[in-house]
């Protein structure tokens, strides 16, 4: 079930309804009770929402959370069987998740490798969201065994923190530390909380059925055919494709933290403006924020960091990136892609060590400016292996930007909506957020009080906006897949 | 929260949808604003738009006009010029993606001069079966005096159309009727309503009609094509005009900078049996045949501009865009002149 579809509508509408009614029982039995109601039903509703299109992956989604409920108790006992728990807890997701998403790739691979046909692929459909939620997993077994988090005696909550709807399929990959606390509190729907919630959902449904998914008109056709097309029209598309991904992710993200709080629970912000980074370390501070904090805690850092002299830095950071570009999906260019951050980000480290730059080093406007947009193209050359089918289909784009080709001139103006859009959302967060003298990362989003007119006159012209230019597609959220 | 306050609250709601509807309608008279159509009650088409009305469309091109005193879009009102050629088409001709003065039937009065006057009675969803129930109608009321053009962009019919239009059963294309008729005049519900149908499109499993992708035309297909262009011939040859039938195929491109000639959605080589078989009727029933092909690959060869799409459209997909009805209408100039030279 897509966040964008009518069925989602129908469906948290129903959620909605219940866990308003809910607050009533508040008055007639404890509040661990009623907290326990709510949970179960959540709990319910996510494995619905899961099983929507296939029901079966439900049962692939429950293996998963007893085995999790089972070792990380066992762990937190801190007895003999500690590490054989510890490592079913963390290899079980990871088989999984090997099985269902690269076993092929890696046989195929070898395969090619050898010249050889292979024959023992198996016929398996990548569950939707697996990525996400076997991250969920795993780093839950880990904070356990870390000490960070205590296990959970109530295999409802841990459940619910694997399959809770609103980020099981695309994220934002959520601690356990940040969201099994929330499960012990009175957290429902209130007035207070959709009037936040609907405003943000509202805004990332906009991102993705307005801009993100007329732009993949573009996108699609130009990546297809990249040599049909001029290098003007090439470059347009790669602009264009940047701008896709970035509200397509980030407007499924919105849907997820406005559905959630809507629902009382807070998920933490996913990006933050990422296109205004001066360097690739600051992107990946601000593009899927949850992903990269995720691999930095339980890979970079397990892998020694910066701990064991430069050369393992650096050759950390290439593995780090790797695997996340691995994790994004199975193919070799999305391996390319991670490579190529992994060596944007050893570059910046060696250039901040030449330089000798202290940490908070801020630098003055026009170099500021030069290292925007010099990121913002590294960003993008990268985007092309991330978008493109294969090494040849790169190619093809690359050539066509760099030998001026001639060709089909397309100038999609959603090209140029799409940038209208971006520049008018970051000068209105910086506004506000420089009149409320706070800091452009505390929250990106702006609320209309929706208890005035003119407030509510806003938000539903935005609806009725977003309702006339939506684009009906049959585009999944291009995170869908991983 | 108490009873007063919520009502106080709804209220403010209610103003609010109130304002930002009335803001949208604004926005949607310019967005995407098609006057609403009803029954043509003189036959001569399924149905016709409201006459002298506004148009905008920026969903498909970015154009903007108003329909004629008879309800199509034409440069000039019925009546202030006798008509010399009729042009029948569907959306693809109707036009309301480019400015009027774009269109084939503009362009070609442009060509002729004061020689021909050019009519064009084109609406969505006609085809060649509509065109020719709808035909003695047609001829009757506007009389052109040379020559009825037909633009057809698939050779392939579905069967039933074929027949129920050859047997005088083939149903009125609908059109709104009252409350709904009225709710279209609203601009943003239209846009609404043509939203929802895209949703509704994405959710039903697509069907294809004509062929059943044999390379060979079928006997049902040619008895049908062969009836549908007896009956252009008679009436043609008793309302005194000469018949044309120009075809128009979209193109896609191919990384290799090649395009592919698609009849909709197949590939023209694919049904190449049942292409050979409509020109040779054609032939047989004295209509000319205007294959568009080659100049629209000309055209891209010279260019690198498709005849179909727009810059918010994919390139090559949807309806005729300013160029594709310019070669068009090229095309039947010289066609026309070269008839009118050898005659």
């Not at chain 1, 009906?472 to 959220?477: D, L, R």
């Amino acid at each position: 079930m897509s966040f964008s579809s009518l069925e989602y509508i129908i469906f948290f509408g129903i959620v909605l309804v219940v866990m308003a009614i809910s607050n009533a029982l508040k008055s007639k039995c404890k509040i661990e009770t009623v907290q326990q109601i709510r949970h179960v039903f959540l709990l319910i509703m996510s494995y619905i929402f899961y099983g929507w299109a296939d029901m079966k992956f439900c049962f692939l989604m429950l293996a998963l959370t007893i085995v999790s409920y089972v070792t990380s108790l066992i762990v937190a006992k801190r007895d003999k069987y500690e590490k054989a728990a510890t490592v079913l807890g963390v290899v079980t997701p990871l088989v999984i998740l090997g099985i269902f998403k690269y076993f092929n790739f890696f046989v195929d691979s070898f395969a090619q490798l050898l010249h050889t046909s292979s024959s023992v692929t198996l016929s398996l459909v990548l569950p939707v969201g697996i990525s996400f939620y076997t991250f969920q997993s795993l780093s839950y077994t880990i904070d356990v065994k870390r000490g960070k988090i205590e296990a959970q005696k109530d295999f409802i909550n841990l459940a619910l923190y694997i399959s809770f709807f609103p980020q099981l399929v695309a994220g934002p990959i959520v601690k356990a530390e940040d969201f099994i606390p929330q499960l012990h509190e009175d957290r429902s729907v209130s007035l207070k909380n959709l009037e936040k919630g609907l405003q943000i959902f509202v805004l990332g449904l906009f991102k993705k059925i307005v801009i993100a998914d007329r732009l993949s008109i573009f996108v699609d056709e130009v990546f297809e055919t990249p040599s049909a097309f001029s290098a003007l029209t090439v470059v347009l598309a790669v602009i264009s494709y940047s701008i896709q991904i970035y509200f397509d992710f980030s407007g499924y993200s919105d849907m997820a933290i406005g559905s959630a709080k809507c629902l009382g629970f807070d998920l933490r912000r996913n990006f933050n403006f990422p296109y205004i980074s001066k360097n690739v370390s600051e992107f990946w501070k601000r593009w899927h924020i949850s992903l990269s904090s995720w691999l930095m805690e339980y890979l970079y850092i397990p892998l020694g960091g910066n701990r064991k002299g430069v050369a393992r830095t650096y050759i950390n950071l290439v593995i780090t990136m790797l695997l996340g570009g691995l994790w994004h999906g199975a193919s070799w260019t999305f391996v390319a892609w991670g490579l190529f951050h992994g060596i944007g980000l050893c570059v910046h480290k060696l250039y901040k060590k030449i330089r000798k730059l202290p940490k908070d080093y801020k630098g003055s406007t026009i170099p500021n400016i030069i290292s925007t947009v010099c990121t913002y193209i590294f960003v993008c050359f990268g985007w092309i292996f991330f978008r493109a089918e294969s090494f040849a289909n790169a190619w093809d784009v690359f050539r066509a930007m760099f030998t001026l080709q001639g060709g089909v001139q397309h100038y999609y103006i959603w090209t140029f909506v799409a940038i209208a859009v971006v520049i008018v959302r970051f000068v209105s967060v910086t506004l506000r957020n420089k009149k409320a003298n706070e800091a452009l990362t505390t929250d990106s989003y702006i609320y209309l009080p929706l208890d005035k007119t003119w407030g509510l006159t806003l938000f539903s012209l935005f609806i009725m906006l977003t309702a006339a230019l939506a684009y009906f597609s049959s585009n999944p959220f291009i995170y869908f897949r991983f | 929260m108490k009873f007063r306050q919520i009502i106080l609250w709804m209220m403010k709601a209610f103003v609010a949808v109130v304002i930002s509807f009335a803001i949208m309608c604004g926005f949607s008279f310019f967005y995407d604003n098609v006057p609403a159509h009803f029954d043509n009650l003189n036959n001569s088409t399924d149905y016709k738009y409201e006459s002298n009305k506004f148009y905008s469309k920026a969903t498909e091109g970015i154009a903007f006009g108003h329909t004629n005193n008879d309800g199509f879009n034409n440069e000039l009102d019925l009546g202030e010029k006798d008509i010399d050629i009729l042009l029948m088409g569907s959306s693809q001709e109707e036009a309301f993606n480019v400015k009027t003065s774009e269109s084939t039937a503009a362009q070609l009065n442009r060509l002729f001069g004061n020689n021909y006057y050019t009519y064009s009675i084109a609406h969505s969803s006609q085809t060649l079966p509509y065109f020719v129930r709808n035909l003695e109608s047609a001829l009757k009321t506007y009389k052109p005096k040379s020559y009825v053009l037909f633009e057809v962009q698939s050779i392939l019919i579905t069967p039933e159309i074929a027949q129920n239009a050859l047997n005088n059963t083939l149903e009125r294309l609908s059109s709104a009727k009252g409350i709904a008729a009225d709710l279209q005049k609203v601009p943003y519900l239209k846009v609404l309503y043509h939203q929802f149908n895209d949703y509704k499109a994405l959710k039903a499993t697509p069907t294809v009609a004509g062929s059943d992708n044999t390379n060979t035309a079928t006997d049902e297909y040619t008895q049908n094509i062969d009836g549908l262009m007896q009956k252009i011939e008679e009436l043609c040859a008793k309302y005194n005009v000469t018949p044309i039938i120009y075809y128009q195929p979209h193109l896609s491109l191919n990384n290799d900078k090649t395009v592919n000639v698609l009849n909709i959605d197949t590939p023209l080589n694919e049904i190449s049996g049942f292409y050979n078989s409509y020109v040779s009727l054609c032939q047989k029933h004295n209509i000319i045949f205007v294959d568009m092909t080659d100049d629209f690959l000309k055209n891209y060869n010279e260019k690198q501009i498709l005849p179909h799409g727009y810059c918010n459209t994919k390139v090559g997909v949807g309806h005729l865009n300013a160029e594709g009805h310019r070669i068009i209408a090229e095309r039947l100039y010289a066609t026309i002149e070269e008839k009118a030279v050898t005659r």
